[in-house]
């Protein structure tokens, strides 16, 4: 199992930018992935951004692609996920999760281990 701590959520303006760590630590697989998903109140929690641990491939939601970058460094065994040209759609709160597999990485099952959340805001 993987015990994952999410940081970096906050309150910014529109067109601003936050970045969102998240520290992995116990049964770190090397090569599986982790990803980045986010949930805003009354609505499903959705796929954002996804990084294997094994080769930095990264994967993006079309609502983020070129706003958002993902990363990880594996001697921290953590993972970054740098938000730029914040909109207001982007409040939600972010969870960070982790699998020892790469299929399904655009999905809540690909995931086995889940952080406890932050909250993004993006408000004037």
């Known amino acids: 199992q993987v015990q994952l701590v999410e940081s970096g959520g906050g309150l910014v303006q529109p067109g601003g930018s936050l970045r969102l760590s998240c520290a992995a630590s116990?049964?770190?697989?090397?090569?599986?992935?982790m990803g980045w998903f986010r949930q805003a109140p009354g609505k499903e929690r959705e796929f954002v951004a996804a990084?294997?641990?094994?080769?930095?491939?990264?994967y993006y939601a079309d609502s983020v692609k070129g706003r958002f970058t993902i990363s990880r460094d594996n001697a921290k065994n953590t993972m970054y996920l740098q938000m730029n040209s914040l909109k207001p759609d982007d409040t939600a709160v972010y969870y960070c999760?982790?699998?020892?597999?790469?299929?399904?990485?655009?999905?809540?099952?690909?995931?086995?281990?889940w952080g406890q959340g932050t909250q993004v805001t993006v408000s004037s």
């Open positions: 999760a982790a699998t020892s597999r790469v299929i399904l990485l655009r999905t809540r099952a690909g995931y086995d281990d």
């Open positions: 116990g049964s770190i697989f090397s090569n599986g992935a």
């Open positions: 990084v294997r641990w094994s080769d930095s491939n990264t």
